[in-house]
């Protein structure tokens, strides 16, 4: 071939896709990581950090399954299936209280509601069946979360190969303790502390030995990409590797609870300002920063615990961070593996948590009290020396979920800023990263979840089958992505440094919580007892942590807000629980009865023995028995 020749075809040649690695950690708080103000050792998510971008404006839903959702398809969750966690849709008794004439907000008008399967539905194609159908390899490991029936598996949705968790959360070492006589799993149990998984299209009957929720993730993502290597497999890979750490119950191996024995006696008062003055240090907020005050009134305050309560909070405290920097080891390994194999520098890596911190008190609420604490104290092991086995089972309440929220509002399940704003981190493929992307910089830009599918395909050069919303994906209609790419922001250097427009209008909705923003303004609607439950207004610019209430001074804006949230609903098909915020709705009937919702009960003994006899036919019981 001629020299000419040559560097034409050079010229022409089409330049190599990059790899995706997108990591999800399960309630981790915002100031959690070192590298966002936090004393917690994760060394190799710091390295990413000083080799990408910081987002401190970065937003997810207020709960796991729809944040989820969002970076699976890249529109809201109320739209592809998960309006809801399905386990709050399912009973009502786990959703927020009221104070009106019911003790809880019934959810039974969102039970049967399209958008609330409880499952990735049919309405929305999957990020991995997109990049699937182009060419990528696809793999999984980790929490999953949108479906726990074969038909809506990972492997039904574009993952060539998965190892799933399924459920919301579980036992971190797959410990279940033997049932004596007639006792019988307390129901707020029945879906926390069984590791059920999936592998492909099957259900997995026995984990690995010894098994640990994060290693075995780490060890299943590592095994993906050597095989991919060993096969010389020259597709670029799309890598989802969601933990299920740190959600409760707390538990981490002894060697990492090790590293924080008394870091964390001083309470978690302390532990709030030492994170916020080193959150100022690293420009990751204001120095003048007003940070919103604890609300924890269901639980003492540290100086009025005893020293054994201290002891035994404090050491909750120990083991959660000990599980941020399990994940962090995890997180080392495969990253390591990729700087190996001279892949990482064209490898997108980001990671992010699913949600604020997780801040319920769980002691305090009717539904654990009684039966799941005698369950606890007969089958479970929370002597102080024993907090963090398997065979303990504990959660540290909401001091600790705010030392890690602050500035912000609240926590995990509540849309003000604390239960929203997450840490996200982000190190780009060579060819879309400036200087600053590779230098540690941090960015305010308004983002979210949602904003990860579209940067993801257009970074591979894949179209999504419905941009106007009128398109089909293998012959059934879907629905077009709400989030926006980041590529423009990232890379166009005449760029205004944003990623969405000034009248971008986003919403929130979780078990009758709700908000709206658009630009700096947002309004918040929280039920009694932790808000007003009335519309409240805040502009974030200059009020992060939704102290100042602006309502009585500017209600123009305020109904303008509110006519934002009336749009958002009708776009989205929310079914608001809260009367106040669906007043101009018609009322609607209940869908369908308590405790019915589920499509698989595989707590039940010989579930996992024989699945088929523990599944209910949802569509069916709709059909035949409700009518609808």
Not at 327 to 340: A, C, P, R, W
Request: proline share 7%; net charge negative; charged share 25%.
């Amino acid at each position: 071939m001629s020299e000419s020749k040559a560097s034409s075809a050079t010229a022409g040649a089409a330049p190599k896709r990059p790899n995706f690695l997108v990591i999800v950690a399960d309630d981790l708080g915002f100031s959690d990581l070192s590298c966002f103000g936090g004393e917690i050792r994760t060394p190799n998510l710091n390295k990413l950090a000083n080799n990408g971008l910081r987002f401190t404006d970065f937003h997810a839903a207020a709960a796991c399954s729809p944040s989820r959702a969002m970076i699976m398809t890249g529109t809201d969750h109320h739209i592809a299936g998960l309006g809801n966690l399905i386990e709050w849709t399912n009973r009502s008794d786990q959703n927020a209280p009221s104070e009106g004439e019911a003790k809880y907000w019934s959810t039974a008008p969102q039970r049967g509601m399209p958008g609330y399967e409880g499952y990735l539905n049919e309405k929305v194609v999957a990020l991995p069946e997109l990049l699937h159908d182009a060419g990528y390899v696809t793999m999984m490991a980790g929490k999953w979360h949108l479906g726990l029936t074969p038909e809506r598996f990972p492997s039904q949705r574009g993952f060539e190969k998965s190892f799933a968790h399924l459920p919301a959360c579980s036992n971190h070492y797959g410990y279940e303790p033997q049932l004596e006589g007639q006792d019988q799993i307390p129901g707020f149990m029945t879906m926390s502390f069984i590791a059920l998984h999936s592998e492909d299209d099957k259900y997995v009957k026995e984990l690995p030995r010894p098994w640990y929720s994060s290693n075995g993730y780490g060890d299943k993502m590592l095994g993906y990409l050597k095989e991919r290597k060993e096969k010389h497999d020259e597709r670029p890979f799309f890598a989802y590797y969601p933990f299920t750490a740190p959600h409760w119950p707390l538990q981490a191996p002894d060697e990492y609870i090790a590293h924080y024995k008394g870091v964390y006696d001083e309470g978690p008062d302390v532990l709030r300002e030492k994170r916020l003055q080193r959150m100022k240090e690293l420009g990751l907020c204001a120095q003048d920063v007003e940070p919103h005050p604890v609300i924890a009134d269901e639980v003492k305050t540290w100086a009025a615990m005893t020293s054994e309560e201290k002891a035994k909070s404090s050491k909750a405290m120990e083991v959660f961070a000990a599980m941020v920097e399990c994940i962090d080891h995890n997180v080392g390994k495969v990253v390591d593996y990729l700087e190996e194999t001279g892949e990482l520098d064209n490898t997108f890596v980001c990671f992010m948590s699913d949600n604020g911190a997780e801040g319920a008190a769980y002691e305090a609420y009717p539904i654990v009290q009684g039966s799941m604490i005698q369950h606890l104290q007969r089958y479970y092991d929370n002597r102080l020396e024993n907090l963090g086995r398997g065979n303990s089972f504990i959660w540290y309440g909401p001091r600790w979920a705010q030392a890690a929220t602050a500035p912000s509002r609240l926590y995990k399940a509540f849309t003000t800023e604390g239960g929203v704003r997450v840490p996200f981190l982000a190190k780009f493929p060579a060819a879309f990263a400036s200087a600053e992307q590779k230098n540690g910089g941090i960015t305010n830009a308004f983002s979210t979840v949602m904003d990860l599918a579209p940067t993801i395909l257009e970074m591979a050069g894949v179209p999504h089958p419905s941009p106007d919303g009128q398109g089909t994906y293998q012959g059934r209609p879907v629905v077009s992505m709400r989030g926006r790419s980041m590529v423009p922001f990232l890379t166009d250097p005449s760029s205004t440094r944003t990623i969405h427009p000034a009248d971008f209008i986003h919403g929130w909705e979780t078990c009758g919580r709700a908000a709206v923003r658009c630009g700096d303004y947002k309004i918040v609607f929280i039920p009694a007892p932790k808000g007003p439950e009335k519309w409240q207004l805040y502009n974030l610019a200059r009020d992060p942590g939704e102290i100042h209430d602006l309502a009585a001074a500017d209600p123009e804006r305020l109904a303008r807000m509110v006519r934002m949230w009336d749009r958002y609903v009708l776009e989205t098909g929310v079914v608001p629980l809260a009367p106040a915020l669906g007043e101009w709705m018609e009322a609607m009937e209940a869908q369908m009865e308590e405790d019915v919702w589920m499509e698989y009960e595989y707590w039940k003994d010989g579930a996992r023995e024989t699945p088929e006899k523990f599944r209910r036919d949802v569509p069916r019981y709709r059909r035949e028995v409700k009518g609808i």
